[in-house]
């Protein structure tokens, strides 16, 4: 089953605006991470949250983490044409076996029109 | 150093066929592991291994079989393959507790 839901399944926004995604899990966690995937391609990891943060910025992406709601959201701001791409989250689940082990969410298509 | 190489990238096959799907890493990392990819529906785990010589269930594992004889590589195989495992195979590795790289997929299509 899949751990993760995300909302909005498409997200499409011009150039220059903040593109935002939710993603809701089911079980307590060691962190979640969120991935990009451009068309045809693997996924590349973007930025992990830990169980114990609530923020995180890398560059012009910020992600919140609200372990109460189990809940995540990526803020991409200023978007570019670029950031065209699927994005996913992805959670690994508390506990000493987990081995890395995500479980992924069905993504959000993000289309940024120039 | 090439990351994480998937061989093929792509392959048809007939009902009942069997093939293996290649992964290589280069990063010496410790754990390795096989996804899915359907449309709507992200990545399922399919198996994984934390060494070599080891191997484990994800969840979803029935049709599948894994090996994991050198460090580098991690092969998944079909035995008798079937149109519901026409999908995009993903493999990934990782070292510790850092993130996952992941190739850049086989897309398998089963008639």
């Known amino acids: 089953s899949q751990q993760g839901e995300e909302d909005p399944q498409a997200l499409s926004i011009q150039e220059g605006e903040n593109a935002t995604m939710n993603c809701s899990y089911k079980?307590?966690?060691?962190?979640l991470q969120w991935y990009r995937q451009n068309s045809g391609r693997g996924l590349v990891h973007l930025i992990l949250i830990r169980s114990n943060e609530r923020e995180k910025h890398s560059g012009r992406l910020r992600v919140t983490l609200d372990t109460s709601k189990k809940s995540s959201s990526l803020l991409i701001t200023a978007s570019r044409a670029a950031d065209t791409a699927s994005y996913f989250c992805?959670?690994?689940?508390?506990?000493?076996?987990?081995?890395?082990?995500?479980?992924f969410g069905q993504g959000t298509i993000l289309t940024v029109h120039p | 150093n090439a990351g994480v190489t998937q061989t093929p990238k792509f392959r048809v096959l007939k009902t009942g066929q069997s093939m293996t799907l290649l992964c290589a890493q280069d990063?010496?990392?410790?754990?390795m592991y096989w996804y899915r990819q359907d449309p709507g529906m992200g990545l399922r785990l399919i198996h994984y291994?934390?060494?070599?010589?080891?191997?484990a269930k994800g969840e979803v594992p029935d049709g599948y079989n894994v090996s994991r004889l050198k460090k580098q590589n991690f092969l998944l195989g079909l035995e008798s393959a079937a149109p519901s495992q026409t999908s995009v195979y993903f493999c990934?590795?990782?070292?510790?507790?850092?993130?996952?790289?992941f190739g850049d997929g086989t897309r398998l299509s089963i008639l």
């Open positions: 291994s934390v060494g070599e010589g080891t191997t």
């Open positions: 990063m010496n990392h410790e754990y």
């Open positions: 990934a590795s990782k070292k510790g507790s850092k993130p996952q790289h």
């Open positions: 992805a959670t690994e689940s508390a506990g000493g076996t987990s081995y890395g082990k995500l479980t």
């Open positions: 079980t307590s966690i060691n962190n």
